[in-house]
């Protein structure tokens, strides 16, 4: 058991810098992707019809495709379409295009859960389309939205897992390289999934609790 | 009426309206003088928010002219933006619901349609917003949020925010029917004062005592058509049709 333990104490700080690769992963394609999806959910429902359908072909390849597939279509394809990006950069290209997909079809259910009333209301007050969107719609669309994604942004900070399979040195791909060089895959395995639940598990409490305030809030 | 201007408010001229094969407003003019308070009052699902909504382009008539302080519309041919943006200036209208933005305080929610529809700072805004407030009876209330008013002072607010764009009509779709009767007062005192004061208002209503005493000019509306019109005391006590007496003899018997 001490054994174990000052093992483990020797491979941490690896996997807390892994760690924060994979947070920092996390963090980047939220703060691209989620604007994105708001991008996407507002012109799904514009009145130009091509504008919508382009919205809405975006949202279904960013949805539909596997977020492992993703990666390696942008890691390993785009350089042949003589785009070539880092580990990183791509890892983050690719998990954004999920994230938008992902998260604009949960914002659109947000702002559509704004009373029709208020934005009649806002009309009758002489606001543009653009305002009440602005002031309206959109701020208390997001909030609506806040408590899944949220949920979302978990899902998110799991699957960089993935982007261990195109050399981005997060937290699982510095367990596996310890592994490697140890053969004591089970130990420092254990030790990553601790790390990942030490994110997530506060994470999901946090989640709730949010979820719990808006609704006593509405 | 002796203080009524010349030139009408709002002229409607043969507005038809209708939703798929449901005829909702069949071809019905109606002229409304400036400072000239119009109750409209009938069964439910006769047309009358229809019709109301169809004076600020809510509704778009299918045919028919809409005539707001001289500017006219045809919606049926299509509106533009222009002239959208300065009828929806001049007309205010308070709905039952209340409709207020909930994230917003008192304040912003009077305060933010000025900012943006008439370019006020938000000094100015905010202080046109306290006068306001302070008229409806609400000073006290402008730093709260909406969901810790009752519904009659969110009905307030909700009058105080459609007065701060200084409209010249304003429009009124049931603003008590969804409030308890003595939170219904508070809202019927604000909108005597008003009448009060000149405003000119089309008023959708059940409350057969303020069409009485407040309005100008009652209006009866069945199945999309006006049945009747003239003075309340003409339309209330003594209704030339059989379907309207049968009306007012059921809401006034409430
Ligand atoms: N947006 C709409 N789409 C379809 N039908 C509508 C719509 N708005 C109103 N109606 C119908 O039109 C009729 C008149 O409605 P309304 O003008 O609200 O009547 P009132 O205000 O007198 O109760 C009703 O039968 C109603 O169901
Ligand atoms: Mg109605």
Redesign the pocket.
Known sequence: MTGLLTSWGEWLPRLLEGLVTSVELTAASLLLGIPLGLVLALLSSSRTRAVRWAAIALVEIGRGTPALVMLQFVYYGLPSAGLSLTAFVSAVAALSLTTAGYTSEILRGGLQAVPAGETEAAGALGMSHRDTLRFVVVPQGVRIALPSLMGFAILIFQATSLTFTISVVELLSQAYSIGAATFRYLDVLVLAGLLYLAVTIPAGLLTNRTERRLSRHL | MSAVAQEPAVVLDRIHKQ??D?V??RDVSLTVARGEVVAII????????????CINLL?RADSGRVEVVGRAVEPGAGVAGRDLAALRRSVGMVFQSFNLFPHMTVLRNVSLPQERVLGRSRAEADARSRQLLERVGLAAKADTYPSRCSGGQQQRVAIARALALDPEVMLF??PTSALDPELGLEVLAVMRELAADGMTMVV?THEIHFAADVADRVVV?AD?AVLEEGTPEQVLRSPSTERARRFLSAVVDR
Request: charged fraction near 20%; hydrophobic fraction near 35%; charge should be negative.
């Open positions: 939703f798929g449901l909702v407003v009938g069964p439910s699902g006769s047309g009358k928010s229809t019709l109301l909504r509704e779709d049931e959708v509306m999309g």
